[in-house]
């Protein structure tokens, strides 16, 4: 069974401050892509990830793809408060189709002002 | 473009009941799927439908069933609904084929609760 397994599963943090979240599997994993929820919403696309090693920069968010294409992480500088919100990974699952993706249980970001 | 559109957004229901859910994809989208979200589980993956044809299913009881129709809408059902059933059901279309990723656009969801 294939597993997306993401820490930490909280943070609280101060406007201002800078912050990682993980995203890690025993898998190998062709695409990985990082969605943003808010409460009484469907999650957003924020980046997909394709290239072991690839980082891509969205604004003050920044993506990174493991070598090994087994993990992920988000780092985002200089948190503001419109980034509180529910952040999820989610891979195409093994042997599935386009439409069939597995997510990480998310990390649930509450930013301060 | 519109959006993902689900109907009802809410929903309450008792034990043993049955609902059906309401999902419009994108328009020109013809991948629709659908997930359950609870707290404790996460966002987990319930069917996918491609061309009226379901192409993958999750690892849900039988009591959960779907369709899609030949404009790309779909349905989803629950028959003999159990407490634990309540979630936040959400559907997510997509248009890309013959590429190794996709990019699902997810609507707001609808949430069910059962008494």
């Known amino acids: 069974t294939q597993l997306l397994e993401q820490s930490p599963q909280f943070l609280s943090i101060q406007e201002g401050e800078n912050l990682t979240v993980y995203c890690n599997s025993s898998?190998?994993?062709?695409?990985l892509q990082w969605y943003r929820q808010e409460p009484g919403e469907g999650p957003v696309l924020l980046v997909t990830v394709v290239t072991g090693g690839e980082v891509k920069k969205l604004k003050r968010l920044t993506f990174q793809f493991g070598d090994a294409r087994k993990d992920s992480s988000l780092h985002i500088t200089a948190a503001q408060p419109g980034d509180t919100g529910l952040y999820l990974c989610a891979a195409m699952n093994y042997g599935g189709s386009q439409g069939n993706l597995i997510f990480g249980k998310g990390t649930k970001l509450s930013v301060k002002p | 473009k519109a959006g993902v559109t689900q109907t009802p957004r809410y929903l309450i229901k008792t034990r043993g009941q049955q609902v059906t859910l309401s999902c419009s994809p994108i328009?020109?989208?013809?991948?629709v799927s659908w997930y359950q979200q609870t707290p404790g589980q996460g966002l987990q993956f319930l069917f996918e439908?491609?061309?009226?044809?379901?192409?993958n299913k999750g690892n849900f009881p039988g009591r959960f069933s779907g369709r899609q129709f030949s404009n790309s809408r779909s349905e989803m059902n629950v028959s003999t609904l159990e407490l634990g059933d309540s979630a936040l059901y959400l559907c997510?279309?997509?248009?890309?084929?013959?590429?190794?990723?996709?990019?699902?656009?997810f609507g707001p969801g609808t949430r069910l609760t059962v008494l």
């Open positions: 328009s020109g989208h013809r991948s």
């Open positions: 898998s190998v994993f062709s695409s």
């Open positions: 439908y491609f061309s009226e044809t379901q192409r």
């Open positions: 997510a279309s997509s248009a890309l084929l013959g590429t190794f990723y996709n990019e699902q656009f």
